[in-house]
């Protein structure tokens, strides 16, 4: 089944990405989000950022005027799902919250539609069993942030088809990314438990007092040539993002070492998300100054 029109669930930090880098490749693409204010404030987003790309030469004003012409965003979840080929959700990583959508969108999309879910953590099985067609589920995990980030693991649960995954596969290609599948599922996939064996340890030097938390960094990017050290990473996806992801698992595995770090939970308690709120690890506030 090829796929054509595509729905977004969620306009947050990955969600709008996600739709633009649809409608930029040609399909007709659906942005959905509760909140009217996050719709507005995606919309300004992809402007300002398209509107650079044509400044800079890496997108022609046709490309852009066309790409927003594919581009529809609503309120409506049945409006989204109702002719969609392929929905992928991208709401906040609650599974509550994910498994009420997933529910919402099988009464909505087709039989034929599949969905995806862009969780960072949450096992496509856990979706796919409030549905009715556990076969047309998957995982698509995309990386922040989508418009630049080549790379999309595609994740198979047991029930999920074949017709399904070559479909996923065949779309992430379209859109000009890298698909990797796996062919089980496992919590955190690849790229995050790779993150979070690193982030957990540079934690734990930090908060035992070993080492500064910018030092940690430093030998990161110094000694093992990483681009970013890891909290500079915590900073730029959200330190939210990373300690709900953490409490899940700590809620499915009960084990204490799972357990979010007492200083993630301090930052998210204090509002200190990271470049989003301007503050995280580091300080975002002042352009050049960066300190804890
Ligand atoms: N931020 C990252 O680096 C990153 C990377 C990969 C995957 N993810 C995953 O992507 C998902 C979204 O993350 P984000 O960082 O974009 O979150 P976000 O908080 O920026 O955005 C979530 C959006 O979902 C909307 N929403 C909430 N409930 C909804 C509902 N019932 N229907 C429609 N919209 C609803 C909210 O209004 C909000 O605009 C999560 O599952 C996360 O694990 C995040």
Redesign the pocket.
């Known amino acids: 089944m090829g796929i054509k029109k595509v729905a977004v669930?969620?306009?947050?930090?990955?969600?709008?990405q996600i739709a633009m880098l649809s409608a930029l490749n040609g399909f007709q693409t659906t942005l959905?989000?509760?909140?009217e204010h996050?719709?507005k404030k995606?919309k300004d987003q992809l402007e300002k950022r398209m509107q650079e790309w044509v400044d800079k030469n890496k997108l022609t004003q046709e490309q852009k005027d066309v790409a927003f012409r594919n581009l529809y965003v609503t309120t409506s979840?049945e409006e989204a799902a109702v002719d969609a080929d392929l929905v992928i959700?991208?709401?906040?990583?609650k599974l509550e919250?994910?498994q009420?959508?997933f529910q919402?969108l099988d009464q909505f999309a087709p039989k034929k539609t599949i969905l995806a879910?862009?969780?960072?953590?949450?096992v496509s099985s856990k979706l796919a069993e409030v549905t009715s067609r556990p076969d047309k589920v998957c995982n698509m995990?995309?990386?922040?942030?989508?418009l630049v980030m080549d790379c999309i693991e595609v994740v198979r649960n047991e029930k999920t088809s074949d017709e399904t995954i070559a479909a996923v596969m065949e779309y992430c290609n379209n859109i000009g990314r890298y698909p990797v599948l796996m062919e089980k599922e496992i919590y955190g996939f690849i790229a995050n438990r790779l993150l979070f064996a690193i982030s957990n340890e540079a934690i734990r030097l930090y908060e035992q007092g070993y080492a500064d938390f910018k030092d940690i960094d430093m030998v990161a990017k110094k000694a093992l040539a990483h681009p970013l050290g890891p909290f500079e990473i915590m900073d730029?996806?959200?330190i939210?993002?990373g300690y709900?992801?953490n409490l899940e698992l700590y809620k499915e595995t009960g084990d204490p070492k799972d357990k979010p770090a007492k200083s993630l939970q301090e930052k998210v308690k204090e509002g200190h998300l990271g470049r989003?709120t301007g503050k995280g690890w580091y300080d975002y506030s002042k352009k050049g100054v960066e300190t804890s």
């Open positions: 669930i969620g306009a947050g930090s990955m969600g709008h959905q989000d509760i909140n996050a719709l995606a979840m959700e991208a709401v906040v990583e919250i994910k009420e959508v919402q879910t862009n969780s960072s953590t949450i995990h995309y990386f922040f942030p989508p730029l996806s959200g939210d993002v709900y992801a989003k």
